[in-house]
């Protein structure tokens, strides 16, 4: 949808476009198309807010998720970056490449490539492929 719309504007045939495909009103998605790469997977989009400076290549999103402004900034977002169920991600802050957010978990701090982030106390539990024991993000 958001790269056909673009599309179609410059065409002049938005009328046409959402006749045959109506908006989506449950993703809101403010960033400009050149800044997201290929790859971008938004499974079950409802509630979904996507606000952010760069979106790298291969990135999934879940439901309800929020990614955003606090009024300082907008986050970027690596290559590779799962950001599961009602997460919230918001600042501008970096999410590094290959990086898993878990559910429910809020990032409000840079998140460094290859980590897995869960939301009790948002503590990194892996970083490069070794387990970690109690680092806090």
């Not at 790269?3 to 403010?30: A, C, D, Q, V």
């Not at 990614?67 to 918001?90: L, Q």
Request: positive net charge; proline residues 4%.
């Amino acid at each position: 949808y958001f790269r056909i719309g673009r599309e179609m504007k410059k065409m002049h045939l938005s009328t046409l476009l959402m006749n045959l495909f109506p908006s989506k009103k449950e993703i809101i998605f403010g960033i400009s198309e050149e800044n997201v790469k290929g790859g971008v997977f938004i499974q079950h989009g409802n509630s979904t807010i996507i606000h952010a400076q760069k979106i790298g290549y291969n990135f999934s999103v879940y439901q309800n998720v929020t990614i955003g402004d606090n009024g300082k900034g907008v986050p970027v977002i690596g290559n590779n970056v799962t950001i599961y169920t009602g997460a919230v991600v918001v600042g501008p802050i970096h999410i590094g490449d290959n990086a898993i957010i878990g559910a429910n978990a809020t990032i409000v701090k840079d998140v460094p490539a290859n980590s897995t982030i869960i939301p009790s106390q948002n503590r990194i539990i892996r970083l490069n492929g070794k387990k970690l024991n109690n680092t806090l993000l």
